[in-house]
């Protein structure tokens, strides 16, 4: 089965209709009936203004399920607190660190508000990415900023405590203010994620939204956890809008009775994830199968490999040259579909790695 493009979709629109997308990442399943419930009873109600602060219960239910303490703010989605955490915790033309390859918006946030990419790529190793410690070390010096991702986002990669303890400790000797984004935490396959502020909770913004595991990226919202002081400014640059009422209503109920389908979900990706690791190895490209996420990143001999691939094979990834510098050969792959256009589309891929 391969989907008819949806013009409701930007995923399905972007491309030409005999292009298969696997590229922008939402997934192609339907939402939780008791989401789509939540919803339906919220349109059904009152849609004026909510609080300025939003559901008071959504908030207390964010830090339970999360196991977060600290003041919560919402905002109108994950990216726009990168954005904010930007512009609050630094000046133009100073630097901001952040680990590569990384999820564009990292970059876009940094860039175009003038301050520098202070970048401290992601090591390769036989076991996968890991942090480089030193690295970051020696960029410390250099910021008061961290924008994190955990899990990674391209690569899949869900930190281990050991590594998120040595990371603490170099934001504290260099009094470092860490943006967590955690936006992928409840998509992880064989190691629970732990969040980063268990361990430095007195320095982390934690980014939390619906829009990945829940699949609600068209409800965009999103929130910010953590100290009041460092919320607090955070909230004096985001945008001055009420959160909207139908995400609100859709992520409590993701949250209360939503657990059924994401354990479902993840069953399905854990088994495109593993056809996917298996397709890599056959075709010789470069893959450490994800640990987290529906997002698959591969390193092929191809310079722009995703054009490469656009115009041979007619699927559509993400470039890597957009997640960083020196990353043109590789692609991120959204899994998050169906069997069978997960199979058609690494079928045309392999018929065009053989092109090159």
């Known amino acids: ?67 977060l303490e600290g003041e919560v703010a919402f905002m109108p989605g994950v990216v726009v607190g990168l954005y904010a955490a930007v512009a609050a915790f630094t000046a133009p033309g100073q630097g901001v660190l952040t680990q590569v390859p990384i999820y564009p918006p990292f970059l876009a946030a940094i860039r175009e508000q003038k301050r520098t990419v202070l970048a401290n790529p ?30 990674h986002n391209p690569t899949g990669r869900v ?10 400790a170099i934001a504290r000797k260099h009094d470092l203010i860490v943006v967590s984004d955690e ?32 699949n609600l990226a068209g409800l965009p919202l999103g929130a910010a956890v953590g100290p009041k002081p460092l919320v607090e400014a955070l909230r004096r640059h985001l945008p001055h809008t009420f959160p909207n009422v139908l995400a609100m209503a859709a992520w409590k109920a993701a949250l209360e009775e939503g657990e059924g389908w994401l354990r479902e979900t993840l069953e ?23 640990e987290g996420t529906y997002l698959a990143w591969l390193k092929t001999p ?14 559509a990834l993400n470039p890597g040259e957009n997640f960083g510098e020196g990353y043109d050969r590789y692609v991120r792959l959204n899994f998050a579909t169906y069997p069978e ?5 690494l079928r045309r891929l392999s018929e065009a790695l053989k092109k090159a």
Do not use: Q
């Not at 036989?126 to 961290?146: C, F, K, P, Q, S």
């Not at 191809?302 to 699927?315: D, G, M, Q, T, Y």
């Not at 256009?341 to 589309?345: N, R, S, Y």
């Open 341 to 345: 256009v997960l199979e058609e589309a």
């Open 159 to 168: 930190f281990t405590e050991e590594e998120l303890a040595a990371l603490a």
């Open 122 to 151: 992601l090591r390769e190793t036989e076991g996968g990415y890991r942090l480089d410690l030193e690295g970051l070390e020696r960029l410390a010096y250099a910021t008061r900023l961290l924008l994190f991702c955990h899990p």
């Open 268 to 290: 399905r990706l854990k088994a495109n994830r593993e056809r996917v690791a298996a397709w890599a190895k056959a075709a010789g490209l470069g893959h450490f199968p994800p």
């Open 1 to 67: 089965m391969v989907l008819p493009p949806r013009k409701d979709s930007l995923k399905w629109s972007a491309y030409p209709e005999d292009v298969l997308p696997l590229w922008v990442a939402d997934m192609d399943f339907p939402v939780a009936e008791p989401i789509r419930k939540a919803i339906r009873e919220r349109a059904e109600g009152f849609l004026g203004y909510p609080p300025r602060e939003g559901d008071p219960e959504l908030k207390d239910l964010l830090r339970e399920k999360a196991g």
């Open 183 to 214: 936006l992928h935490a409840p998509l992880t396959y064989h190691r629970a994620h732990l969040p980063l502020a268990r361990l430095l909770p007195e320095r982390t913004l934690t980014l939390l939204g619906p829009g990945k595991a829940y």
């Open 302 to 315: 191809i310079p722009k490999a995703a054009a490469f691939f656009l115009k041979e094979a007619r699927v």
